[in-house]
């Protein structure tokens, strides 16, 4: 799952969070979607906790190997969040590799 989420990731732009939320739920909301068809539960308020569900694991999947994303230099935030803290991914890079990011880094895994 590790290898397709990062694969995902490196050919699409995220450029709005909504983006980053459909990413999460295209990759983890399909597992809890196929284990409520094969528990043959049919609600439809049971597929909408799933994608819910799918969408937060998925994000914090992606919060969870932020230092992996930043090793293979994969894009995990969306644009709209860099531009809304006015910095970039190059500032954002460099200062994990020095050891000293600033609030802007936490801030913007907070949001």
């Given at each position: 799952?590790?290898y397709?989420?990062?694969y995902?990731?490196?050919?699409?732009?995220?450029?709005?969070?909504?983006?980053?939320?459909?990413?999460?739920?295209?990759?983890?909301?399909?597992?809890?979607?196929?284990?409520?068809?094969?528990?043959?539960?049919?609600?439809?308020?049971?597929?909408?906790?799933?994608?819910?569900?799918?969408?937060?694991?998925?994000?914090?999947n992606?919060?969870?190997?932020?230092?992996?994303?930043?090793?293979?230099?994969?894009?995990?935030?969306?644009?709209?969040?860099?531009?809304?803290?006015?910095?970039?991914?190059?500032?954002?890079w460099?200062?994990?590799?020095?050891?000293?990011?600033?609030?802007?880094?936490?801030?913007?895994?907070?949001?």
């Amino acid at each position: 799952m590790l290898y397709y989420q990062i694969y995902h990731m490196e050919r699409q732009e995220m450029r709005y969070i909504r983006d980053l939320e459909i990413m999460a739920e295209n990759t983890r909301s399909l597992q809890m979607f196929l284990s409520l068809h094969l528990l043959q539960i049919d609600s439809k308020d049971a597929y909408m906790a799933a994608s819910y569900m799918g969408r937060c694991a998925g994000i914090c999947n992606i919060l969870l190997l932020v230092p992996t994303h930043f090793q293979n230099k994969v894009k995990i935030f969306p644009e709209e969040l860099l531009e809304k803290h006015a910095t970039r991914y190059e500032l954002l890079w460099d200062q994990i590799h020095a050891g000293k990011p600033e609030e802007k880094f936490y801030d913007i895994i907070l949001e």
